[in-house]
């Protein structure tokens, strides 16, 4: 496949630190012609930013605080986030959500950050990168809350990325402005209802990610993720949305330069 991007990976993992480079050619031989870096840590924010200032044509960043870390959340970082996210190379803000699965910080520390930072997307025009686990019905009572429906004069919010809610959670989110993110779970064969919803919810709204080094598709299951899997996640997207693999590819790739602004001149 060509002309994909993976608009979710943790290169800075330390799972990475002996073959960064390696990994980015190869998905670039593989077709994934541009990467999302994503921050979600403060400590991490500056080696994101560096590894998009070494790879111009392919990589770009979002920067954030991951619900595991909302209890880091303090007024000198919403402004630390608000001088970081003027740098060309910072396309998004996030991980930023809610998680009431893995996280030990507890939903009360978690939404207030969380629908701080949103409020900073909606009023600032950067596109949120939202991680949820276990929380849809709370997701849907913030975003209710923060907006009325898609923004003017773009196409999206931001992305829930990861989507794992249900049919109801899909179109919400979509039709309040929200493109939902793809990646390995939709390869894993107990999946329907996660297919059913991303099919309703339409390949309009649908960006494709690998979040790597998590989340490896199907035929790779329990090995470290990487974006160069990216074809396995489309081409199982393309099934469920009853599209060619180069449609499907085209579309989510528009939805993905919409998404976070991205150039077009790189492209393949
Ligand atoms: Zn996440
Ligand atoms: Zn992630």
Redesign the pocket.
């Known amino acids: 496949m060509k002309g994909l991007v993976d608009t979710h990976a943790h290169l800075g993992d330390a799972r990475f630190s002996e073959d960064r480079e390696q990994v980015l050619d190869r998905a670039a031989a593989a077709g994934v012609f541009r990467v999302v870096e994503i921050a979600?840590a403060p400590a991490d924010w500056a080696a994101a930013v560096a590894l998009s200032r070494a790879r111009p044509a392919s990589v770009r960043c979002s920067l954030g605080l991951?619900p595991y870390y909302a209890d880091q959340f303090a007024p000198a970082l919403l402004a630390e986030l608000e001088r970081k996210v003027l740098l060309p190379e910072v396309v998004g803000v996030g991980?930023i959500?809610l998680d009431y699965v893995k996280a030990e910080t507890g939903a009360e520390t978690q939404r207030p950050a969380f629908e701080r930072l949103l409020a900073f997307c909606r009023d600032s025009g950067k596109p949120a990168v939202i991680?949820c686990r276990g929380a849809y019905p709370d997701l849907r009572a913030v975003l209710g809350r923060l907006f009325q429906g898609p923004p003017a004069g773009r196409r999206f919010w931001g992305v829930v990325?990861?989507f794992s809610g249900d049919v109801r959670d899909a179109l919400y989110c979509r039709d309040l402005g929200f493109c939902l993110g793809v990646d390995g779970p939709v390869t894993y064969p107990k999946n329907d209802g996660l297919r059913e919803a991303l099919r309703q919810a339409g390949p309009d709204c649908l960006v494709l990610e690998t979040?790597s080094p998590y989340l490896p598709p199907q035929t790779l299951r329990g090995k470290r993720n990487e974006p160069a899997n990216l074809p396995e996640i489309a081409r199982r997207l393309a099934e469920v949305c009853r599209l060619a693999p180069e449609e499907l590819a085209a579309k989510t790739t528009a939805n993905a330069r919409a998404l976070f602004g991205l150039p077009k001149d790189t492209a393949p």
Do not use: I, S, T
Request: glycine residues 12%.
């Open positions: 979600d991951h991980e959500g991680h990325h990861c979040d």
